[in-house]
Structure formats: structure tokens, C-alpha cells
T-cell receptor, first 116, second 115 residues
Framework: AQSVAQPEDQVNVAEGNPLTVKCTYS??????LFWYVQYPNRGLQFLLK????DNLVKGSYGFEAEFNKSQTSFHLKKPSALVSDSALYFC??????????????WGLGTSLAVNP | EPEVTQTPSHQVTQMGQEVILRCVPI?????FYWYRQILGQKVEFLVS????????KSEIFDDQFSVERPDGSNFTLKIRSTKLEDSAMYFC?????????????FGQGTRLTVV
């Protein structure tokens, strides 16, 4: 069965420090992987995606993520966190072997708190 | 920048009443979706819509739910007879095209409260 795990409910980092938000996935075929961010009282905003090619993908607001096929992971990273990065982060996967459907399977989300 | 818009932002309804949640997807997008997020739980897929018909639906999307694109711009989700457990944040999304790698763009959500 397709699934996404975000093992940490909350991540706390100090401003200026690097941050990592973890995501692992399980699909039957090759995955398309996505990160979204949700600020309070806002919708889900697309950050970045991995489709194919370079395992390190860069996205909005200085975020990047590394696809690791052997570890079935797609951790979100940023070299230097900002207080304004504090939000809820969701990892999602689409299984390319799942026919023509395009539904996203979501993790539970990780709340990132960046302390000044 | 184009965006998906949803109305209303918050809807309170009595159990058993019908509700219609409205969405205006991004204009050149071809795929439309509804997801929901019950407080404290995962975002869950409800339905996808392409070429004026449902392309996929989840087990949540039973006979009480329906979707429609009545006029080429709006995309609506109707819940015929709401239950308490339908209380959730409902997100509409759209994506550009046929490529499986197309990312979905989400609206800000409608918070539905069934009392």
C-alpha cells in the first residue's frame, strides 16, 4: 500500500541553523515526491518536487530536498532557517504505477518552529 | 500570480443539511481535486475530475458527495446530507496537465463545521 511517513510531529531549530524535516515513503513503483507548506489559516503551498534526474532538487524560499531511493526518503532541508519558515510542512507522494490517477498520498505533517 | 480560490472560508451547517463548497481553479488547468483534512489528521484525497467527469474517487466519496463544473470556471463539491464527521477543512486543488509530475495548486480551504 502507498504511504508517507513524517516521523517527527515537531522540529525546533534556532534561526540561522540548518534544518531538516524528514519524510519516508512506500509505493509500488517509482515515486513522484512533493513538499508543501501550510502557514496558519492558509492553504497548502507547493515548495518543490522530485520527478526524475538529479536527486537534489531546489525549491521555493531556499528549500531543497534530497531523494534517496535506497532509503526511500525525501528529506526537506534548508541551510539557514528563518523565523518566517515556521509553519506546517507536508510530504506527499504520487505512485507512477498507480494507473492514470493523480491523487496525492500525504504524510501527517511536521510542525517546524524556528526560534529567534 | 494565478491562484485557486475557495468560498466560503468558513461554513457552519446543521446536521442533515446540504452544503455546496465552491472553488475557482486556475484558468488553464485541466485536473481538479478535492481533499479534506479533519483536525489533527492527514490530508485525505476525495475526488479528482478531468474532462467533465470523475477520474478517481476515494472510499470517503460516497453517494452523499458529488462534484460539478457547472459553468467552465467553478468547481463545486456538494454534500447532500451532512454528518458531524464531515466537519473538516476542505481543500480544492488544480493541476496543469497530463504529466503525472504536475504539481497541484491548492486553495486556502473551506472550514466546514457541522453542528
Amino acid at each position: 500500500a502507498q504511504s508517507v511517513a513524517q516521523p517527527e510531529d515537531q522540529v525546533n531549530v534556532a534561526e540561522g541553523n540548518p534544518l531538516t524535516v524528514k519524510c519516508t515513503y512506500s509505493v509500488s513503483g517509482n515515486p513522484y515526491l512533493f513538499w508543501y507548506v501550510q502557514y496558519p489559516n492558509r492553504g497548502l503551498q507547493f515548495l518543490l518536487k522530485y520527478i526524475t534526474g538529479d536527486n537534489l532538487v531546489k525549491g521555493s524560499y531556499g528549500f531543497e530536498a534530497e531523494f534517496n531511493k535506497s532509503q526511500t526518503s525525501f528529506h526537506l532541508k534548508k541551510p539557514s532557517a528563518l523565523v518566517s519558515d515556521s509553519a506546517l510542512y507536508f510530504c506527499a507522494v504520487r505512485d507512477i504505477l498507480a494507473g492514470n490517477n493523480r491523487k496525492l498520498i500525504w504524510g501527517l505533517g511536521t510542525s517546524l518552529a524556528v526560534n529567534p | 500570480e494565478p491562484e485557486v480560490t475557495q468560498t466560503p472560508s468558513h461554513q457552519v451547517t446543521q446536521m442533515g443539511q446540504e452544503v455546496i463548497l465552491r472553488c475557482v481553479p486556475i484558468s488553464n488547468h485541466l485536473y481538479f481535486y478535492w481533499y479534506r483534512q479533519i483536525l489533527g489528521q492527514k490530508v485525505e484525497f476525495l475526488v479528482s475530475f478531468y474532462n467533465n467527469e470523475i477520474s478517481e474517487k476515494s472510499e470517503i466519496f460516497d453517494d452523499q458527495f458529488s462534484v460539478e463544473r457547472p459553468d467552465g470556471s467553478n468547481f463545486t463539491l456538494k454534500i447532500r446530507s451532512t454528518k458531524l464527521e464531515d466537519s473538516a477543512m476542505y481543500f480544492c486543488a488544480s493541476s496543469e496537465g497530463f504529466l503525472m509530475g504536475s504539481e497541484a495548486f491548492f486553495g486556502q480551504g473551506t472550514r466546514l463545521t457541522v453542528v
